[in-house]
């Protein structure tokens, strides 16, 4: 994998440069709008990911980016895993773990629902347009064309889901990538628990329904 260094100015009047080398990305970011850690990850990966792309495209291939240290000027550092803590069940995972394999099996929309919601903890810039799919598989599980079934069978609603998740996910949808709002870590995990909770209710509806 290569990329030789680029340097340009970013919207806001700051710049940034990446360079890629043995597969091995470093993105240098000067911009005043960014100033947290958690928004710099989210910028670096979208920007990186853009140009690791522009490669793959050139060279037919398949690359993909995570940025997993973030260090600011002054020092302060954070290391991002591939887990989220905020989605964690805890000691119940022991439990979720069996049950979550035994319906994935058998129910393709709880299955695709699974891999998109993974995806949308992978994927900063898309996390709304996953989870909304994902969401939208588990309403799809019980009538494609009518949410409210899925509503009153899992006390979900639709303003809730519009709010948190489809207000990110719809630029995405329709290609208009220029409208995506920027999102905040709160609103980015908000997106993955909603989501994550109406997968969990499905997953327990489904259990207790097979069980009369």
């Known amino acids: 994998m290569w990329l030789d260094r680029i340097e340009s100015p970013t919207c806001a009047g700051g710049r940034f440069s990446i360079e890629c080398k043995v597969s091995q990305i470093l993105v240098i970011w000067e911009d005043p709008n960014v100033t947290d850690l958690d928004s710099a990850q989210i910028a670096a990966t979208n920007l990186a ?35 989220n803590p905020a989605l964690d069940f805890g000691e119940a995972s022991k439990t979720v773990l069996p049950e979550c394999m035994s319906l994935a099996g058998s129910d393709p929309h709880f299955r695709f629902a699974l891999i998109d919601y993974c995806k949308a903890i992978m994927n900063p810039i898309e996390t709304g347009f996953h989870c909304f799919r994902a969401i939208e598989a588990i309403k799809c599980a019980f009538d494609p064309k009518d949410w409210n079934k899925m509503h009153a069978a899992l006390g979900t609603t639709r303003a809730q889901i519009d709010s948190i998740v489809k207000v990110n996910a719809d630029p995405i949808r329709h290609g208009n990538w220029s409208e995506i709002p920027i999102t905040t870590k709160a609103e980015r995990d908000g997106a993955l628990l909603l989501t994550r909770d109406i997968l969990y209710k499905h997953l327990k509806y489904r259990q207790s329904a097979s069980r009369k």
């Open 49 to 83: 990911q853009t140009y690791i792309s522009a490669v793959g495209f050139a060279v037919g291939a398949n690359y993909a980016v995570e940025i997993l240290l973030v260090r600011r000027e002054d020092g302060q550092s954070h290391f991002y895993g591939p887990k």
